[in-house]
Structure formats: C-alpha cells, structure tokens
C-alpha cells in the first residue's frame, strides 16, 4: 500500500514538471509573439556569385596574360588609383598625389591598410612592385617604362622620378600592388605562393583546384566606410575554351559572363538575362592628309565627315553593337563634352562644298586652286588583313562616292600598311588605336601627328594641360580641343568597340561595367 501511495505521488509529481515546462514554452511563444519576433534557427545562406575563366594561368594581375583573369583580380588586388566609371581617377591604395617638377611626383600612401594575411602596406610594397614590373614580362610594363627611380621617402611617402615628361602620368598608377614582404625570396616568375599572392582588396583567394578558384571576402579589408558585399564568396570556373564558357551560362551554371563579341547573342541567347553594355577599348578613325594640297582645305574634310553613315556601318560590319565615336574620348570620358553638329548628312556635306567653291561638273567636283583645276578624287588606305575594317572601307568609298566624291580603295598587307603609316603618304588612311586609361591627346595633334595636322593653339592647350590640377579648368581645356577637332576635322572618328557584362536575372543591385573594371559598386550586388 506504502509502495503505491509513493508511486502516486512520483507520477503527479512528474506531471506537475511536464506541465510547468509547457506553460513556460507557451509564455516565452506568446511574449515573442508580442514582440513580433519568431526565433527560428537556420543556417546562415552563403551567397556565392559564380564566373568564368578561359585558359586561366594566375591570378596574379602582375603574371598573368588572361583578360578574364585581369577583370576578376580586381577584386583581390588593389592600385595607387583607381578609375571610375567615366574614367576619371579616383584615390584607392594612394590618397594624394602630386607633380613636384616635370619629371618627379610624389605619392601619400593610405594609412592602416593591411594585406589579407595581416601584414601591414607601406610604400616599400609599391617600390617592390614596381621593380618587378619593370624587369618581368607583363601588361603593365608600359605604365612604369619610363620610371628611373622609385624612392620610398617613409611608410606611407614615394617619390617616383621619370626619364621624360609624361602627359598625365598619374593615370599609369592604376597598376595592382604586390606584398613585398610576401613575395620576397621567391622566384617571382615561377613560384607557386607568388603567383597566388595575398592581396588589400575586398576580396581575398581561399581555395585553387584544377578546375575552380573561389575567392572568400577579405575581413582586413581597408575600406570600412564601404558597405560590405553580400557577396559572400566569389568561385572562378576554369574553362579551356570560350564556347564552354558561353555553355555553362547558358545553362546557368554561371552567374555573369563578360565579353567583346558583338555576336554573343548567337552563343548565349536573348533572353533570361540582363546586361551592362558600353563602348570597348577599340577606336577606329580616318587619318586625313592635311597636307595634300586639296585636302589641307578643312571644308573639304567636313564635307567627308558629314557624308560618312557611321550608323549603316555599324549596323552592317558590327552587328549594329559599336558605339558612335565622334572623337578620340567619346568612349564615356569624364572629359569629353559631346553636343557637336557632325552627325551624317548628305545634303549638309554636298552645301559644305558649294558655299566653299566647289563646283560639281562631268560626274566631278572641281574648283581651280592656285591656277590648277583641283578634283575630289582620293585614294584611301586600308590594311587588306583586317576583313572588317576592309568592309568599312568599301561602305566608305560608296557612301562619299554618293555625294560626288571619288575614291580609290589601296588594300595593302600589314608591312605596306605601316610603311604608308610612317612615310605619311596616303591621302585617307583608316586606322585603329586601343584607347588607354590617360586622356592624352598628344597623338592627335601634337608634332608629327598622323594627320601632318598642325594648330598651334591646340598645341598651347596640350602644354598647358600638364599642369593643370583644376577639374573645372581642365574641362574647359578639352572642350577647346574638342572645338578645334570638329571644326578642323584632321581626323573623322568612326566607331568604339563593344563590351557588354551579361548577368543572371538572379544578380540585383547597381551593376555597371566597362573595359576598365567589370565590378563596380560589387558591394550593392545581391543574389536571388
């Protein structure tokens, strides 16, 4: 009887806990209810953004030949200076810079900034930098080739001392920074350590294999006042060739894809994407002879210029993707002002000629110059390699031929091609430049220009702008410059390249990219 009243008393007492744990759990659910806030435990999702690479060597910025692989190291590797969006310098890795004499300038280096494996960034990192640079086979070569001397005055001071003036110099420090400290002793060209080197940027290397790199957010990382990226990894897939590339996007299996074909559509479709599209690296332009006797005569050069359908051009040799060039910086330059009557019209070039004296009689036009009777009739170079620039040519050489002006087209191989290039003897020659980081006009009308073009006001301009500091005064500069060009027309702008970031409707966020820098504003990016 005992034994049973105690087991009673055991079960009641048991009940008695059970349902005290329930009204606990109950209060806690109704006073979080109140609140609003529902505890739910989760793992945490990682947002992982996936791209590619074609014939990927390095990662190393400083190494490596690959496009894809420079678009991507961006994030792990900083510069002095950076370019924005409309390629105007801003401050990065350098705060202040400045041109102490023509050939010298001094550099302020950003404080606190460490590299991913916590070693601390000084200006011996940069001069370290530097010196491989200049002795290693590398795309950046040309940015220090005229360094003589990099001086490392303190931690966070350089000086760098050049063998000649050069034109906005500054613009060359947009090289990736290398660790000094964790470079040293390597064999820098082979060593496997170097050629994954730490890095300053917001993202830092976390895994290499065979077949995939990933890239994991660097929690050293300088720029606090940046809004951390939800991006929380970065995994780079190795590719031996653009068409699988092309594939797995297609399939989605990669999350943004960069490319300069402008028939990328064909590859990877039309729809289920959005795109970042702007003007590439490749500038076309005709060099105008401003000596030739009848084209020194810059009504005759408008009238060419305003006879070229620089849109029917486009439309049937680059499947309508290149940009309208209408000057040397009119790829999205921060300088250029834009705004000019020079678009194609064949009424305006044929009235350009007659208000000037020109007279169109027997299927020419002539006029009498200096007692001889001059005709429009020239011949127009064009290197026979090049299939494309060749059609561009020929619309060319039909559409000036519609108002009245005759052309010969010389197709010539490459080694003829540079001889008349050099010699300057051609009437009309159409030629292609990549553009470069720096706003530098010398090419154009500086002395011995390809166009044998000379003004010596935009000369005085082009002397003045190596000092000048001032942004609005420097606008002002180039707006002069561009008057004088479109004015004179010693050369008529065709077409920029096309460079397009195609990315999963999946990617949100401010998204924009052009030739210098795929991942701009990377820190707003989200994914679905």
């Known amino acids: 009887m005992k034994n049973n009243i105690l087991t009673y008393i055991f079960f009641i007492f048991i009940i008695i806990i059970v349902a005290f744990a329930v009204y606990k759990m109950n209060d806690k659910e109704q006073e979080q209810a109140k609140e ?12 992982e953004l996936k791209v590619g690479a074609v014939q990927f060597d390095t990662i190393n910025p400083i190494l490596s030949n690959n496009k894809y692989v420079q678009d991507i190291s961006k994030l792990v590797y900083e510069p002095l200076l950076n370019l924005t969006t409309s390629y105007e310098l801003e401050p990065c890795l350098a705060t202040e810079w400045a041109k102490t004499n023509e050939t010298t300038y001094v550099i302020k280096l950003r404080q606190n900034v460490k590299w991913s494996d916590g070693g601390e960034f000084t200006a011996e990192d940069v001069r370290f930098t530097i010196d491989r640079i200049k002795e290693t086979e590398t795309i950046y070569a040309y940015n220090m080739q005229y360094v003589i001397e990099v001086e490392a005055v303190d931690k966070q001071t350089l000086k760098i001392v050049l063998s000649q003036e050069v034109p906005f110099f500054e613009y060359n420090l947009t090289f990736p920074i290398l660790s000094r400290d964790y470079c040293s002793g390597e064999d820098f060209t082979n060593s496997t350590k170097v050629r994954n080197a730490v890095g300053t940027g917001a993202y830092k290397i976390d895994t290499r294999t065979d077949t995939y ?26 590719y031996s060739n653009t068409g699988e590339l092309y594939n797995d996007y297609k399939l989605g299996k990669l999350d943004i894809v960069n490319s300069t074909n ?5 590859y990877i479709g039309t729809i289920g994407y959005n795109k970042a599209e702007s003007s590439g690296r490749e500038y076309d332009y005709i060099a105008i002879n401003t000596e030739n006797a009848v084209l020194s005569n810059k009504e005759v050069r408008q009238a060419i210029m ?9 439309s049937n040799v680059y499947n309508g993707k290149y940009t309208i060039a209408n000057y040397p910086l009119s790829y999205g330059s921060w300088l250029y002002q834009g705004n000019y009557d020079n678009t194609f019209n064949q009424e305006k070039a044929t009235q350009v000629l007659v ?6 009689k027997y299927g ?48 010539v191989p490459d080694n003829q091609y540079e001889n008349y290039i050099e010699n300057k003897n051609y009437d009309l020659i159409i030629c292609g430049t990549y553009v470069a980081a720096n706003p530098d006009l010398t090419r154009y009308f500086g002395d011995n220009n390809i166009a044998n073009y000379n003004n010596e006001e935009a000369k005085q301009i082009l002397n003045e702008l190596k000092n000048i500091t001032d942004k609005e005064t420097l606008r002002n500069k180039f707006k002069k410059l561009e008057e004088i060009y479109l004015e004179d027309v010693p050369y008529v702008s065709l077409y920029n390249s096309y460079n397009m970031l195609a990315y999963s409707d999946s990617i949100t966020g401010n998204i924009q990219a052009n030739w210098f820098n795929n991942f701009y504003n990377i820190n707003t990016w989200n994914k679905k």
């Open 355 to 360: 208000d000037n004296g020109w007279q169109y």
């Open 36 to 47: 609003g806030t529902v505890v739910v435990e989760e793992e945490e999702k990682i947002q």
């Open 213 to 238: 790199v990933t890239l994991e957010k660097n929690s050293l990382w300088w720029n606090k006042n940046n809004k951390s990226s939800s991006i929380d990894t970065i995994k780079i897939l190795l």
């Open 262 to 266: 402008v028939n990328i559509e064909n």
């Open 306 to 314: 305003y006879a070229i359908d620089k849109n029917s051009i486009i």
């Open 364 to 411: 020419n036009w002539q006029k009498n110059i200096n007692y001889y009777t001059r005709r429009l009739n020239f011949k127009l170079v064009v290197n026979s390699s090049n299939e494309q620039r060749t059609r561009v040519a020929e619309l060319i050489k039909e559409q000036l031929e519609n108002v009245g002006i005759k052309i010969t087209l010389v197709k």
